[in-house]
């Protein structure tokens, strides 16, 4: 069983618990009380929850089944169960338990929620997405703070790509949230504007999508996307120096990921006749950050064109040394190397430098569900997180005074 689905398990397990409270307040009101003490004694409920935290579903749907039946079929028991047949799979008959509490009479408010809440992750699971988007919505209207609906429903609406409901969705969860939460929120509020800049990018409108990307800017200096795109945009209606602005932007905002703008920012220079801005750009970033092998890369590849491939495997070796998993580099090694005739003591060099290295195909990584991908993804196409890939890297085969 999957970190998944005992994930998945908990929040079953926090409806229940948030039906609990609202049950709290029903037997205050009409002396109910007893069936739920009477479902907590039974040894079945004790046997049960167990068996959930040892991730073992059919003997907890046993258990809980007799405990339901011991207390007079109580709501939180059913929603549960009804929770684990979808955790199993088995979506139809969690849809029918579901279902079977909505005819209950005197459903208070929030049961009633809590209800339509696991019915509509029941429809998100089979793929009934407009009765999943129904349910999350009526929850919402029931209970319009409930952070699972609104958060559920923001996924759907990313999952359609609409993602000016996804925002709007998202912009509730912000309100919601206590303030050391709301950095979190923002920066995701920031790749939804950005989603909706090339949205309009897309439909030709350069003007709304340019107002976008700078939104998203606005609301994370650091969004990188943005950056890329606002350039991107710029670039393709003429303003070269406009797209320049914001690609050095991205360099100053993220030096980590000013990568991602080398190639634009070498040819935007090269088209304005200013041959060695890019190398300077390179050397300045080389020695702000010695263990920036990117930067070395790029800088190897622009002078291994303008004949000086000593200096460029220079800097490539330097490179290897630092992340010597970067298919990349080994190419851009074995590029230069033809161009020098593969001079023997260089390729001895080389075959010393990879003697230790593993070698990564795919080093992106989603934190959330391990989904792998050669590049870096801003939303996880598996779990569809928000900036969750991380580069995976060995470290250095060598320390980093081999620099030195
Ligand atoms: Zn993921």
Known sequence: ?????????????????????????????????????????????????????????????????????????????????????????????????????????????????????????????????????????????LDPGNAYALANLEKLYEEQHQWSDAYATRQKLVAAAPETEKPRHQRILAFLEDALGEEARKRGDHAAAAVRFDAAIELDPANTPAYLNLGDTRYERGDAAGAIAAWEALVSAAPDRAYLAFSRLETAYATGGDSGRFPAMCRRLIHENPQEWRARLALARHL????????ALELLFEALVINPHALALHQAIWETLSIRDFAQPLVVRYIDLTRASVFYLDPHVCVRCRYRSTELLWHCPHCHEWDSFVEERIAPAKNDDALA
């Open 1 to 141: 069983m999957g970190p998944l689905t005992t994930i998945s398990i908990l929040v079953a397990l926090l409806a229940g618990l948030a039906a609990g409270k609202a049950w709290e307040r029903y037997k205050l009101r009409d002396g109910r009380w007893i069936d739920r003490r009477r479902a907590r004694e039974s040894p079945h409920y004790m046997l049960g929850l167990n068996f959930l935290v040892a991730d073992q579903i059919d003997p907890a749907i046993e258990e809980l089944s007799k405990a339901a039946e011991a207390a007079g079929d109580a709501l939180e028991i059913h929603l549960i169960l009804g929770n684990l047949y979808r955790e199993k799979g088995q979506v139809g008959r969690a849809i029918q338990e579901h279902q079977a509490l909505l005819q209950r009479p005197h459903l208070r408010k929030l049961e009633h929620a809590n209800v339509l809440l696991c019915l509509g992750l029941d429809y998100k699971q089979g793929g009934f997405v407009d009765r999943a988007m129904e349910a999350f919505t009526e929850v919402l209207r």
């Open 304 to 311: 291994s064109t303008r004949q000086a491939p000593e200096e």
